[in-house]
């Protein structure tokens, strides 16, 4: 069975404060993938990044980066120097087959 | 901006009514998935439409059934409304390839069953 653990139920940090949203996951799958995605209040999901199996390589994008370990079956998530319009909750997913398995979200909140 | 596009984006029904939801995937896309969010989780994969036919399924009872057309939009039908049924539907729609590609979600449909 395929499962996410986002253990961080809501974070709150002070604008410019870095901050790691934490993403454990289970699998027997050998192939998989994982993804972040982003939901504003707006409430439409926006896709951060998608990383297969086969691929540990750690990924920054600007503010934000990513560690993929598969020894321990984490994909964790660092927003460096937030901002107040990072502000959402952040979902980490994991898929295997079309079988797309969301974690319970973690709520970000940057005050100024 | 996703390009995918959903309708309504609220809805209120009462219990054992039917409701369809429609979803406008991103153009050139074959793949169009369907998730239910309720309050505070995180989504719940409903089931995926390839080419018109079900390619997939999560834990949802027959009540819930879908149509894939071919212009690539979809629909989402919920017969026999329960009040547990009451969340956000979002639609997600992809390129397969026979990899899983990204998927891109609408702003979703906010459906109240009273």
């Known amino acids: 069975a395929q499962k996410v653990t986002q253990a961080q139920t809501e974070i709150s940090v002070v604008e410019k404060e870095d901050v790691t949203l934490d993403c454990v996951y289970e699998t027997r799958d050998t192939t998989y993938y994982l993804f972040w995605y982003k939901q504003p209040p707006s409430g439409e999901l926006v896709f951060l990044i998608r990383?297969?199996?086969?691929?540990?390589q750690n990924e920054i994008s600007g503010r934000y980066s990513w560690n993929f370990q598969k020894s321990t079956s984490s994909f964790n998530f660092t927003i460096t120097a937030s901002q107040v319009v990072d502000s959402a909750v952040y979902f980490c997913a994991l898929s295997h087959n079309n079988d797309m398995r969301f974690g319970a979200g973690t709520r970000l909140t940057v005050k100024p | 901006e996703t390009g995918v596009t959903q309708s309504p984006t609220h809805l209120i029904k009462t219990r054992g009514q039917q409701v369809t939801l429609r979803c406008s995937s991103q153009s050139g896309h074959n793949t169009v998935s369907w998730y239910q969010q309720a309050l505070g989780q995180g989504p719940q994969f409903i089931f995926q439409y390839y080419r018109e036919e079900e390619n997939g399924r999560g834990n949802f009872p027959p009540r819930f059934s879908g149509l894939q057309f071919p212009n690539y939009s979809s629909e989402l039908n919920v017969n026999a409304l329960e009040l547990d049924d009451s969340a956000l539907y979002l639609c997600a729609s992809s390129f397969w390839t026979g990899y899983q590609e990204t998927q891109y979600f609408g702003p979703g449909t906010r459906l109240l069953v009273l």
């Open positions: 990383r297969n199996s086969f691929d540990e």
